[in-house]
């Protein structure tokens, strides 16, 4: 009953907003997927306690040999991420999708990252620009970091750019002895960033569309956040952004299977992927658990609000399906594919309650890439300060050793972030920065019961990944699957009529980062052109290899319908 109204309250601040305030037509087409456009502005717009640089210094700096705003729209759809229109409630300064304002304790404003960011398409064809919500983007994340810290460095290093940036960050508190301090704030900041980005280097590029989430977190909080730097790992599996649409009611959530849903293993998801990307934690041997940026009473209300969020189906815009040919490819589906990826019905692929189980397939059965799946499992981390706190933090005996398996480091810190939000709600008052926190045992026992719904385990006992993470990777309906490419876990693929071939009959090279449309292939288009990622099949983690069933007995024909088919869901 408690998320009922919580869902409730925010549709009902959700039309408020959309009433209230205007939101300006931007030219874009967005498809029907369960959301009003306050919905998407929201989503767009709320922190999650991110901070990668402060908010003033983000509108304020230039572009690496110009004097153009690094934030400025062509500099933003270069690297592609989406912009955003500007409106006074939800996004004054007209940052970017998923580019967001975060004011810290001390009252500094911050820009950072939240889902956005990563999980929202768009497709051009022929002149029309559609956004998908929930959808991966073509965004390249290393790209942006290396640029944005060029710029950071240049405007350190030239006097008249720092003039230039000094002026509008400063405004009216401009003098000698601000700028002397601004200047060693940008060197601060600048080395850190370099610091992120030596530490979370790889031998192969990601390019677009794809990160290594595990790889950058686990760096984060078991190396950066425990000062442990023997912990650091090159974060060399990437994977392609998941589309949203179902992964609230799912049992199971990432390409590997490892994350347990549900309220509290929502939660602890999505806390880690903040600290991923730019939160901060602050881990020491406590059992009030660990302070953190992370902001989890938004990021329960944004589970809350993609539960609502529902797969595009094939939009006007594209040329339309063919019915005889889709109508023969459900037959191949239903004898190739239908086993790992159920399809659901429009009533549940529109009902917020619908719940979907995880068909988890061994990496030996599918033969794709194995790095993503072996990385997680195999990589153990050093404990350091917090050997021998807690494994569940407040309760048990079990203790951390002098060295875990990263996965469980991972989840006993997430899991310390949300005991302390927690905390920090229900403890009586406390000099700031210090342990000094009273909070009876009853009172922190019944707050952290009601983080879940009646029944369930409270946090400190939940486990939020599975005890032994498998070998596999996940099938999962594909409903929406046409708005999703490029395709397998680790983006090998570039449209759907290339994953049904047999995998030696692939392209072992093509183009990523075009937004135009190919509604025959089902993709983007992939010729190599200046400003696009070149994707290499026989590097590191790029292996194009596996999901084979049933290519080799399709005929061309067959293929044809099938993919005709695919277009339907």
């Known amino acids: 009953m408690r998320n009922f109204f919580r869902v409730a309250l925010l549709a009902a601040a959700g039309a408020v907003a959309g009433c209230a305030h205007n939101i ?12 009003s456009n306050a919905d998407r502005q929201w989503f767009y717009t709320t922190t999650q306690g991110s901070q990668l640089i402060p908010y003033d210094w983000f509108l304020a700096v230039e572009q690496t040999d110009s004097e153009e705003a690094f934030r400025s729209d062509a500099n933003i759809n270069r690297y592609r991420y989406l912009t955003n229109v500007a409106t006074s409630y939800y996004n004054p300064d007209g940052l970017p999708v998923g580019m967001t304002r975060y004011e810290d304790p001390q009252g500094e404003a911050w820009m950072g990252f939240t889902c956005a960011a990563c999980h929202t398409a768009q497709i051009d064809y022929q002149g029309s620009k559609m956004r998908i919500d929930g959808a991966p983007a073509l965004a390249d994340h290393t790209a942006f970091h290396d640029g944005l810290i060029a710029a950071l460095e ?14 509008k960050v400063l405004d009216d508190q401009d003098g000698d002895e601000a700028r002397d301090d601004l200047r060693d704030r940008l060197a601060d900041l600048t080395a850190e960033l370099r610091s992120w980005q030596a530490r979370n280097h790889t031998p192969v590029a990601y390019g677009n569309a794809r990160v290594d989430a595990f790889g950058i977190i686990l760096n984060e909080v078991s190396g950066t956040a425990l000062g442990l730097p023997e912990n650091y790992r090159a974060p060399d599996a990437p994977v392609s952004y998941p589309f949203l649409w179902d992964t609230p009611q799912h049992d199971f959530v990432q390409w590997n299977g490892i994350a347990k849903n549900g309220v509290l293993g929502s939660l602890g998801r999505n806390v880690g992927e903040v600290l991923g990307v730019f939160g901060t934690v602050n881990v020491k041997k406590s059992r009030f658990g660990y302070p953190s940026s992370a902001d989890t009473r938004n990021l329960r209300d944004m589970e809350d609000r993609v539960k609502e969020l529902y797969s595009p189906k094939w939009p006007d815009e594209l040329p339309a399906i063919d019915p005889v040919k889709a109508a023969a490819g459900e037959a191949h589906y239903n004898k190739y594919c239908a086993g790992c990826h159920v399809v659901l019905s429009d009533t549940e692929r529109t009902d917020p309650e619908r719940q979907i189980t995880a068909k988890m397939a061994k ?7 194995p790095r993503m799946a072996t990385n997680f499992i195999q990589r153990r981390a050093k404990t350091g300060r917090l050997k021998g706190a807690r494994t ?21 810190v997430v899991k310390g972030v949300i005991i302390r939000r927690v905390v920090d709600r229900v403890a009586g008052p406390r000099v700031e920065g210090t342990e000094n926190i009273k909070v009876s045992e009853k009172s922190l026992q019944r707050a952290l019961a009601g983080l879940t719904p009646e029944g369930e385990q409270t946090v400190e006992t939940v486990e939020l990944l599975q ?80 999901h084979d069933y049933g290519t080799g007995k399709l005929t061309e024909a067959e293929r044809w319908e099938l993919v005709e088919y695919l277009k339907t869901l």
């Open 154 to 167: 240049q405007t350190g290093s030239e006097d008249a750019k720092f003039d230039r940036f000094a002026a």
């Open 392 to 412: 569940r933090v407040i309760v048990g005996r079990s203790r951390l050793g002098e060295e875990e398996a990263a996965g469980a480091l991972l989840s006993h």
């Open 363 to 369: 990496v030996s059965k599918i033969g794709t890439d």
């Open 467 to 546: 005890d032994s993470p498998l070998l596999a990777y996940k099938g999962r309906p594909l409903n929406g699957i046409w708005a999703t490419a490029p395709y397998l876990h680790n983006g090998s693929v570039p449209n759907l009529y290339q994953l049904l071939l047999p995998s030696d009959q692939r392209m072992d090279r093509f183009s990523v980062g075009s937004r135009e449309f190919d509604p025959v292939n089902v993709g983007f288009e992939t010729d190599p052109m200046p400003g696009r990622f070149s994707f290499d099949t026989s590097l590191i983690g790029n292996s194009n290899a596996g």
């Open 24 to 35: 300006p037509d931007d030219g874009f087409v967005y498809l029907d997927q369960g959301w």
